[in-house]
């Protein structure tokens, strides 16, 4: 797999249609103070902000609307419904324009992230861009290794959209063309998954118009940072929550990647009945391992160093042994299907 080091050169800067960033949010006070220093930073010429609460439960609602009551670009506005699909919709039946720009609450921007996102549409053929998107913080060995994780997902999402096949995408940092928005009728029969948003709405768009109308801009340019979960629960129940939506897919692609990603993972902790062969059991387990740790090190590092994040060797030692029992307790949570997030338990 290979990771773009530079992008090309930018041509839109003279490209500034109408755009429409959509933020949906639910018991996001907390996070409040950097989502107005974040969104203060946005000079876009033309941008409407959408905040669209999701039945918020702390409050955020009433201190939303008047902590940005001042500011003409920003209307915040309630959702008749439940779910954060359901906001998406009502945002963009709110929306301004054709061109749809969706975060989170929690996110942070790089300076000319929104010039960067809408570039692509210059091309008429172009009906959604995704960017990258990684948890913040390294102040700690489970904040770095959410990170390492991240990268991962980064990776892999750069591999299938080079080989034109979109595999997934993340809400967190996605445009899209309000009308194929609309035209693929994108949470139909699956507005009752909590999580999916993204994706779903990425196959129905590359289903419909082609795999050549979606693109990924896998540069520090347009990279989103996100808030890391502070727990290790908190941590499980989002991904549970993300890979919780197997059963909606009905793609190949994607149920054989999952599959391989779980008996990757299984083949690494059942790699363990080595360690009791004697010593040639122990010399084949630790050259399998440090295979293991030098291959996810160059691979991973890659994007990393890409993205200007630097981790040492231990970090990358830690993160390989610790994420195959992650993973397979993921796994299992999904196919149980039962997780919390943000106050509703499915």
């Known amino acids: 797999m290979r990771w773009p080091k530079k992008q090309s ?38 941008l409407r902000i959408l905040l669209v609460d999701d039945q ?17 670009r920003i209307h915040v506005i309630q959702s008749t419904g439940i779910g954060k699909k359901r906001a998406i919709e009502i945002g963009v039946q709110a929306a301004e324009g054709d061109l749809i720009l969706c975060s989170d609450a929690d996110c942070r921007y790089p300076n000319n992230w929104v010039e960067r996102m809408v570039g692509p549409f210059m091309d008429p053929e172009i009906q959604l861009v995704a960017g990258p998107v990684i948890s913040a913080g390294q102040n700690n060995f489970f904040q770095r290794f959410q990170q390492i994780e991240w990268s991962s997902i980064l990776l892999l999402t750069q591999f299938f959209f080079s080989h034109k096949r979109p595999l997934m995408c993340s809400g967190a940092n996605l445009a899209y063309r309000r009308q194929a928005f609309q035209s693929v009728n994108a949470y139909g029969q699956n507005l009752q998954y909590l999580s999916g948003d993204d994706e779903f709405l990425l196959k129905k768009i590359a289903a419909r118009y082609g795999k050549e109308s979606c693109m990924y801009l896998p540069f520090i340019g347009s990279l989103v940072c996100t808030q ?96 195959p029992f992650y993973v397979i307790l993921v796994a299992f949570g999904a196919i149980l299907g039962k997780f919390t997030w943000k106050g509703r338990a499915n």
Do not use: C
């Open 9 to 46: 050169s930018d041509d839109s800067h003279n490209f500034f249609p109408k755009v429409t960033l959509l933020i949906p949010f639910r018991n996001e006070l907390e996070n409040l103070g950097n989502l107005e220093e974040e969104l203060s930073k946005l000079t876009y010429p033309d």
């Open 228 to 323: 890391p979960q502070k727990r290790l629960s908190d941590l499980l129940n989002q991904r549970i929550r993300w890979a919780g939506k197997w059963k909606a897919h009905r793609s190949f692609v994607h149920a054989f990647s999952a599959l391989l990603s779980f008996l990757t993972q299984l083949t690494w902790l059942l790699s363990l009945i080595l360690l009791g062969l004697g010593k040639v059991g122990f010399m084949v387990f630790l050259l399998v391992w440090t295979g293991k740790i030098l291959s996810e090190r160059m691979a991973l590092g890659m994007v990393l160093n890409t993205l200007s994040l630097r981790f040492s060797f231990i970090d990358f030692v830690k993160t390989a042994i610790a994420h």
């Open 56 to 72: 918020s439960e702390d409050g955020s609602f009433l201190l939303f609307k008047e902590k940005f009551e001042t500011d003409s």
